[in-house]
């Protein structure tokens, strides 16, 4: 640019100096009407315009040289500049138009620089926010090419963000019914919003399609709800097991009631056979009641741990004495195998005692005369490990962990026994002492083993 302004004021000067020398010319001999030659009057004219053009080009490069090079300094300076990083001033300028200019750019650099900052702040920010998001989030372009993702999305559907930017939707998502809702908002311009039970691994997923305002594209927003809808179907499974639980006895007690009030009372053997099963449910909707109000109490934090240094061994044979008379009427072998030196750890001796006597009274109940009950106790990798395992029904491979659940009875057979609470207490004590409790089939392959972790 600034090369063109210095050869067009050169070519303005030589123009100048022609036509001055042409004027002149034209004035020299129209007007003096001089005696001399045409050749030497055409002589001393090209003289003349030489002169001219040499004077007027030297005067143009000189007086060019000073506002050029302002304008390269300009020039120089735009070119230098870094969006986000500071930048050196331009030097006064005079006031006349370059300096003008010098100040509009240095102005403009300035808001130029602070747009810049303001939107990679902005872009720090949402990328923070983006990446802490616990829900999915892919932006697509207009074709359905994914431009960027979070790493919620990657880790729902389990890829890489490098891998995912230039791929289509579809290719990552791998399922046609998410990718339905996409096309349609594309397609429409319109927000979509489904809710898709994805079958694997129980995948339930919310998702908000919604288009980009200033280009074509759409967010896609993708909420993991299978936890969500887990908790739902534990409680509508607990309502269910709780009303079901409570039925029997309670429509038992009723009847028995009802019976005796119409004339049962009057025979005397009936009365006391209906009077024992009366007295039987009560029991049995006792022990309900108890275990949801031991189980609340141990939810809300009420129940505080009482840990002192125990030797769990101790606290293990106390329960198995417990359950021994009921082991002798039917005829199961109650083992122990717990080493004779002492083993410390830090618990609430009851609750945990009560943890053993939950579990050895299952394998008592599950298991039939003939059979055995073995506790054991040991130390593994800093942790005490109790396991009791049993040569009973065992467990089904689907409700080894559900078994944990509140009122969750696996056994449909023995329905009847039991109230369905006493793993979930016991496992609500465990994790309250830092441990950890699972089930599993025994290695032998028939009935099942307990077992528990405690941090020693
Ligand atoms: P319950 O009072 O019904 O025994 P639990 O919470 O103790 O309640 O156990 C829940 C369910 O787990 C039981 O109903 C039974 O189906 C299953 N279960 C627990 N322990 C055993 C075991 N040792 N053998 C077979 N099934 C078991």
């Known amino acids: 640019m600034v090369k063109g302004i210095r050869k067009g004021l050169v070519a303005i000067s030589v123009l100048v100096g022609v036509l001055n020398t042409l004027f002149f010319a034209i004035y020299v001999v129209f007007v003096f009407e001089p005696e001399f030659s045409p050749g030497v009057i055409a002589f001393h004219l090209f003289l003349t315009m030489a002169a001219c053009i040499a004077f007027s080009v030297m005067a143009v490069l ?6 050029v090079r302002q304008l390269q300094n300009i020039t120089v300076f735009i ?9 050196e001033k331009l030097k006064h300028y005079r006031d006349d138009e370059i300096g003008e200019l010098a100040f509009s750019s240095g102005k403009m650099a300035e808001r130029f620089n602070e747009s810049v900052c303001q939107l990679s702040s902005e872009k720090g920010k949402l990328e923070l926010i983006l990446s802490r998001m616990g829900d999915g989030i ?7 090419i994914v431009r960027s993702v979070n790493p919620s999305a990657e880790t729902i559907f389990g890829f890489s963000a490098r891998t995912a930017t230039g791929m289509s939707f579809i290719e990552i998502v791998r399922d046609y019914e998410l990718d339905k809702p996409v096309r349609r908002c594309l397609k429409t311009k319109k927000p ?16 908000v399609v919604t288009p980009l305002a200033t280009e074509p594209g759409c967010l896609v927003l993708i909420q993991d709800l299978s936890r969500l809808r887990k908790l739902q179907l534990i409680r509508k499974d607990f309502i269910a097991n709780v009303s079901h639980e409570l039925r029997t006895p309670v429509s038992s007690i009723k009847l028995l009631s009802e019976t005796l009030r119409d004339g049962a009372s009057d025979d005397p053997a009936v009365s006391g056979r209906f009077l024992n099963q009366l007295v039987e449910d009560a029991g049995k909707l006792d022990e309900i009641v108890q275990g949801m109000t031991t189980l609340a109490r141990i939810e809300s934090g009420e129940a505080r741990l009482v840990k002192k240094r125990v030797d769990i061994g101790a606290v293990a044979k106390n329960a198995v004495s417990r359950l021994q008379g009921l082991a002798d009427d039917k005829k199961i072998v109650l083992k122990t195998l717990i080493p ?12 945990l005692e009560q943890v053993f006597y939950n579990i050895i009274h299952n394998g008592l109940k599950f ?14 990798h800093h942790q005490l490990l109790a396991s009791i395992s ?16 509140r009122f969750y009875k696996a056994d449909k057979a023995h ?8 793993l979930a207490i016991s496992r609500h004590i465990i994790e309250a002492h830092g441990g950890r409790i699972w089930a599993e089939p025994t290695p032998e392959g028939h009935g099942s083993r307990i077992s528990f972790s405690l941090p020693v």
Request: hydrophobic share 35%.
């Open 340 to 351: 004779p030196e002492q083993m410390m750890v830090m618990a609430d001796p009851a609750q």
């Open 415 to 422: 329905s009847g026994q039991g109230s369905g609470l006493g």
């Open 367 to 380: 298991t039939s005369s003939g059979g055995e009950v073995v506790t054991r106790i040991y130390c593994d």
């Open 390 to 405: 049993d040569t009973g029904i065992g467990i089904e491979p689907a409700d080894l962990e559900r078994i944990f659940e």
């Open 138 to 144: 892919f932006v697509l372009d207009g074709e359905g």
């Open 192 to 207: 979509q919003q489904e809710y898709l039970d994805l079958g694997r691994d129980g995948l339930y997923l919310g998702m």
């Open 62 to 67: 000189l007086f060019s040289r000073f506002f």
């Open 79 to 87: 070119n230098s500049l870094v969006p986000g990083k500071p930048f």
